[in-house]
Nanobody
């Protein structure tokens, strides 16, 4: 089994920045994908960004491309997302996820393992 733990959420003003971390433990994979999703009450869980562990290739949702940067530290088994130029519509619970296949995916159903979530609030 894989355990995922998010951290780094908080309250920031519009235009501010946050960096979220996701630490993975348990069984390791040679080739897999990790991603970030977000969710607010009454909305479907929304894809944010994903990264392929083997080569670092990334994929971003249109709503965050140019503002968010996903990265990884293989030695620490940790994934990050640097979130800049934050907007009120970025307010959500952010979830770390992982899948055991190397193909990038933006669908929540494609990810087997999930963290507990970390809250991000952007005030106007």
């Amino acid at each position: 089994q894989v355990q995922l733990v998010e951290s780094g959420g908080g309250l920031v003003q519009t235009g501010g920045s946050l960096r979220l971390s996701c630490a993975a433990s348990g069984r390791t994979f040679s080739n897999y994908v990790m991603g970030w999703f977000r969710q607010t009450p009454g909305k479907e869980r929304e894809f944010v960004a994903a990264i392929r562990w083997s080569d670092g290739n990334t994929y971003y949702a249109d709503s965050v491309e140019g503002r968010f940067t996903i990265s990884k530290d293989g030695a620490k088994n940790t994934m990050y997302v640097q979130m800049n130029s934050l907007k009120p519509e970025d307010t959500a619970d952010y979830y770390c996820a992982a899948r055991s296949l190397p193909s990038l995916s933006r669908s929540p159903s494609g990810y087997r393992y999930w963290g507990q979530g970390t809250q991000v609030t952007v005030s106007s």
